[in-house]
């Protein structure tokens, strides 16, 4: 899976970091998002999912390969 995250729309929330902190990330200055992996194991899945969902913006997208 891939997953990506648009940081030019990141309302930095954390949502995402407390889901899923291997793949997740939070940058110290403002708090926008930054991937840590980008093609995560299949075990992430719910959770990644789970963040895509509750994402107040939308910024993430995870893709099934
Ligand atoms: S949940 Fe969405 S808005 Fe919040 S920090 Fe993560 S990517 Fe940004």
Redesign the pocket.
């Known amino acids: 899976m891939k997953v990506t ?1 648009d940081q030019n729309i ?8 407390a889901l899923a902190p291997r793949v ?1 990330d ?1 940058r110290d200055e403002d ?3 930054v991937v840590l992996d980008e093609n995560p194991p299949e075990e992430l899945a719910e959770a990644l999912r789970q ?1 895509e969902r ?4 939308g ?2 997208k995870i893709v099934e390969e």
């Open positions: 995250a990141c309302a930095s929330s954390g949502q995402c970091v997740f939070q708090g926008v998002v963040a509750v994402c107040p913006s910024a993430i």
